[in-house]
T-cell receptor, first 108, second 115 residues
Framework: DAKTTQPNSMESNEEEPVHLPCNHS???????IHWYRQLPSQGPEYVIH???SNVNNRMASLAIAEDRKSSTLILHRATLRDAAVYYC?????????FGAGTRLTVKP | NAGVMQNPRHLVRRRGQEARLRCSPM?????VYWYRQLPEEGLKFMVY????????ESGMPKERFSAEFPKEGPSILRIQQVVRGDSAAYFC?????????????FGQGTRLTVV
């Protein structure tokens, strides 16, 4: 299985941008890069996904390295409600396999 | 369009009893995934089903656990003869297509407590 590596935790100040990194050096050509987040006591929530090009949506931006071995989730202005565990996942065939994720703490 | 509905939200079972967890996918979705999350841990994939078929059950324990997704009705995750180690949050997700280039929607989970 292609694996992802994320920092265990990160901190951010409210209203500032946050860059959450993810390494996936064994990614294959057909793997999509997905990001989900899980707020406390809730189910995971889709954030964004992409294949090769950078992607933007109302929640975040996804910057994908040219060699696709890493990606970065960008929250443009962190709010207290963005405090969550963020998961970077490579989807291949049938499954979405979650790693440990990055626990983001947002300080007021 | 209602989201993914899981019930019950909380379930308490005594050791040796059966637990049945239900998941109604979003309207129009025919792909369902089940995950287990132990306290303070990440989500572990259990099984992927498409209407009436189990596509991938590589994450499912070989004994006591089973899953189905009938033509009509919700997907069911069934745990027989529960033990304390089965206590966890169980999440299901649904998608309209196979997971490569689509988003999956998760339910709020069922929190199983075995006493």
């Amino acid at each position: 299985d292609a694996k992802t590596t994320q920092p265990n935790s990160m901190e951010s100040n409210e209203e500032e941008p946050v860059h959450l990194p993810c390494n996936h050096s064994t990614i294959s050509g057909t793997d999509y890069i997905h990001w989900y987040r899980q707020l406390p006591s809730q189910g995971p929530e889709y954030v964004i996904h992409g294949l090769t090009s950078n992607v933007n949506n109302r929640m975040a931006s996804l910057a994908i390295a040219e060699d696709r071995k890493s990606s970065t989730l960008i929250l443009h202005r962190a709010t207290l409600r963005d405090a969550a565990v963020y998961y970077c996942i490579l989807t291949r065939s049938n499954d979405m396999r979650f790693g440990a994720g990055t626990r983001l703490t947002v300080k007021p | 369009n209602a989201g993914v509905m899981q019930n019950p939200r909380h379930l308490v079972r005594r050791r040796g009893q059966e637990a049945r967890l239900r998941c109604s996918p979003m309207k129009g979705h025919s792909h369902v995934y089940w995950y287990r999350q132990l306290p303070e841990e990440g989500l572990k994939f259990m099984v992927y089903l498409q209407k009436e078929n189990i596509i991938d059950e590589s994450g499912m324990p070989k004994e006591r656990f089973s899953a189905e997704f009938p033509k009509e009705g919700p997907s069911i995750l069934r745990i027989q003869q529960v033990v304390r180690g089965d206590s966890a949050a169980y999440f299901c997700a649904s998608s309209a297509f196979r997971g490569l280039n689509t988003e999956a929607f998760f339910g709020q989970g069922t929190r199983l407590t075995v006493v």
